[in-house]
């Protein structure tokens, strides 16, 4: 067993070994801050449940496995492989198979004019100039020593920019593969979206994994809205059952910009999901949706920072949880309302479906309010399946496991009623309808198809 | 033969006995009213014939169509055709009315072995009885009982008995709550499923809905017991005298 100070080491020499060798590491900047990044999590270590922000999710089981850093370690993954997680009708699909790029794998479809999707190794490479005034300047690597450790790995990710007044209507998809390997590795793959002024676009990011064998996705994504851009963002996580993911997104909003983040936590053992938007524009709006279903021992954290900096934004969060089994959910939902945020508008709302007496959900409103004139609004159920609308539908004939199987469906059903029509939305609703048949115990009423079979992986 | 055919049922709900041996017989096509005061075990009846879980029967037997109507699952006694019409109607955000209906219609046909209805059938007939409870096209898509009021929500439970076609029909209260509007149109939805085949059971405190339902017979349950049976004209006396007189005799019937 690692101690604290054993688990810092082994990163410390997996660090030097890194910034030697990493990609541009002959870059100023880029060599700065990753070391940056590393000094700030050398000082802090994994956070503890002392640490209020991790009070209801253990780190240990993540500062104990000896993670190794994964590079170009993984055997080759084959198209088909990967043919299972393709979603039709999207702009373009970029594969990264533990954390690095994948052009082999990847679909770069035809592109508008204005939109540039492409790896942040790549990118870094090319055209630094367009990278470093945003790269690293977000993420807030004093507060999450994850968000410092991505910070000093980092080397690859996706980069996407969607110029001035340019609309993009099909979704960027971006695959984030954990392969199998004999040996526990660690990824901290990173990524930068710059929608511009007046631009439109929708960004799914999904995390999945080939074979089994413990694995630490630490991923980070700064997005950056312009004035007056409207941004979709979607996260979804379904990993296997040995699989730790902690993600966080960092998003900067102008003028008037209009932000939604989805997240669907469906999968992977232990699971920490950071949302943290900044209003700092006037007139924004943020919408943070997320639904997290868990079975078996899985673990599963939504936090949320949302911050108003400047007046007249709104934001509305809204999460709902289903936990079987010995799962355990959390939602800590913080607000801060800074002293010029007059006139802001927050609201959040969780509500948690308990489907066993071993499942457990922490729920955690947190409200800083430093303006006078502020509405801020939190609320928090915690239920179970309801008996009475269960015997109604067993009443007209609809079985048990159906009528449950319903009810799972409409309480999720909220969260898939945010978001916008269109190719994420159907792909997610499938993915619902796996995940709940799994955590209800209930089977479905038609054979799966061959595609949607392959997706379900054991948890 | 009878369609239902009730001894000696004996019901508790938390140690407490509810039902203290009833008997009751419904042939198809017959019209029966329950009547009675209140906690005289009326609602109690209709959900342990829905099959509802939380009520422990201590006693008795229950035939439906020939089978222990007991012995089933809730679903099972939908499947084999009982429906009941609830007396508060849940709401069931998210689940839209007509995706509802269909799953229940389905559910039963698949019991029965015949083929599932698509919803190019299905939407039609649908229509063609919503026309008759006067309901508007809005309630196709909005979630179950929800933000409906308690007529419609009344209307809403004729509907569905009325897409069901059940062989038992058991209407908990259905005049609660309901203008005399609502009223004329939930008995005019009930009246046009009377059938020689179908039998229906009226759960009622007031004579009231009688008036648009005319049954066969009248039972007057008192104290989870029927105490008397009678025509139409038994409801109308009712009317008249309250179930005190009634009451009155039971007690003096049990110390006795």
């Known amino acids: 067993m690692a101690t604290a100070t054993q688990a810092i080491e082994n990163y410390a020499e997996s660090f030097r070994g890194f910034e030697q060798s990493a990609a541009s590491h002959d870059l100023l900047w880029l060599r700065q801050l990753r070391q940056s990044g590393f000094a700030r999590f050398g000082e802090t270590g994994f956070p503890t449940t002392r640490d209020e922000d991790w009070r209801f999710t253990s780190l240990a089981a993540i500062a104990q496995i000896p993670f190794r850093l994964a590079r170009n370690g993984h055997g080759p993954l084959s198209r088909n492989q990967i043919d299972c997680f393709r979603i039709p009708g999207v702009a373009c699909q970029l594969v990264f198979v533990d954390g690095r790029f994948s052009p082999e794998l990847s679909s770069s479809g035809q592109l508008p004019e204005g939109v540039e999707v492409a790896s942040l190794a790549a990118q870094i490479a090319r055209d630094p100039g367009a990278i470093e005034p945003h790269l690293g300047r977000h993420l807030d690597l004093q507060r999450d020593p994850f968000c410092a450790l991505n910070t000093a790995f980092l080397e690859d990710g996706a980069y996407v920019r969607i110029r001035k007044g340019v609309v993009l209507g099909e979704p960027i998809h971006l695959l984030f593969v954990s392969a199998a390997h004999d040996a526990p590795t660690v990824c901290h793959p990173r990524n930068l979206i710059v929608a511009e002024e007046n631009s439109q676009a929708t960004i799914l990011e999904e995390y999945v994994s080939t074979g089994s064998g413990a694995t630490l996705c630490n991923t980070a994504t700064e997005l950056v809205a312009g004035d007056h851009a409207v941004v979709s963002h979607y996260m979804i996580e379904r990993e296997h059952n040995q699989a730790c993911n902690i993600s966080t997104l960092r998003i900067q909003q102008g003028r008037s910009a209009d932000v939604s983040s989805h997240s669907v936590l469906a999968g992977g053992a232990l699971v920490r999901n950071n949302v943290h938007p900044v209003l700092a524009g006037e007139g924004g709006e943020c919408l943070i949706n997320g639904l997290f279903i868990g079975g078996g021992r899985q673990h599963l954290d939504n936090y949320m920072l949302v911050e108003h900096a400047r007046p007249h934004c709104a934001s509305r969060q809204f999460y709902n949880g289903i936990l079987g089994g010995h799962a355990h959910g959390v939602f800590h939902g913080r607000i801060i309302v800074h002293k010029d945020a007059q006139k802001t508008d927050a609201r959040q709302t969780n509500r948690n479906l308990l489907l066993s007496d071993t499942a457990q959900i922490d729920t955690k409103p947190q409200l800083e309010i430093y303006a006078d004139d502020v509405k801020c609004t939190h609320g928090a159920t915690i239920g179970q399946i309801d008996e009475e609308a269960l015997f109604y539908l067993r009443s007209r004939g609809v079985d048990l496991a159906s009528a449950r199987r319903l009810l799972l469906l409409a309480f999720a059903g909220e969260c898939l009623d945010r978001m916008k029509p269109g190719p994420v939305r159907v792909h997610i609703e499938k993915l619902i309808h796996d995940s709940l048949a799994q955590i209800a115990h209930v089977s479905h009423d038609v054979p799966l198809a061959p595609q949607e079979a392959a997706l379900g992986e054991p948890r | ?256």
């Open chain 2, 1 to 256: 033969m009878s369609l239902l055919d009730i001894k000696d049922l004996r019901v508790t709900v938390d140690d407490h006995e509810i039902l203290k041996g009833l008997n009751l017989q419904l042939k198809p096509g017959e019209v029966h009213s329950i009547m009675g005061p209140n906690g005289s075990g009326k609602s109690t009846l209709a959900q342990v014939l829905a099959r509802r879980e939380t009520f422990t029967v201590t006693g008795g037997q229950v035939q439906f169509n020939g089978k222990d109507l007991l012995a089933m699952k809730p679903e099972e006694a939908a499947c084999e055709g009982v429906f009941l019409a609830f007396q508060y109607p849940v709401e069931i955000p998210g689940i839209g009315n007509a995706y509802f209906l269909r799953s229940a219609l389905n559910a039963i046909r698949k019991y029965r072995g015949q083929d599932e209805m698509d919803a190019m059938d299905f939407l039609p007939m649908l229509r063609e009885k919503m026309k008759l409870l006067e309901m508007d096209e809005k309630y196709l898509n909005r979630s179950v009982n929800e933000g409906f009021s308690g007529g419609e929500k009344k209307r809403n439970e004729i509907l569905q008995m009325a897409m069901l076609e059940p062989k038992l029909a058991i209407l908990d209260e259905t005049d609660s709550g309901l203008d005399i509007d609502a009223l004329r149109i939930v008995a005019a939805g009930v009246n046009a499923m009377r059938s020689p085949d179908r039998a229906i059971l009226v759960v009622t405190h007031y004579q009231r809905l009688l008036h648009y339902i005319v049954p066969d017979r009248v039972h007057v349950l008192v104290d989870g017991r029927i105490e008397r049976s009678g025509g139409p004209e038994l409801a109308l006396q009712l009317e008249e005298t309250g179930y005190a007189a009634i009451e009155a005799a039971a007690r003096g019937a049990s110390r006795g």
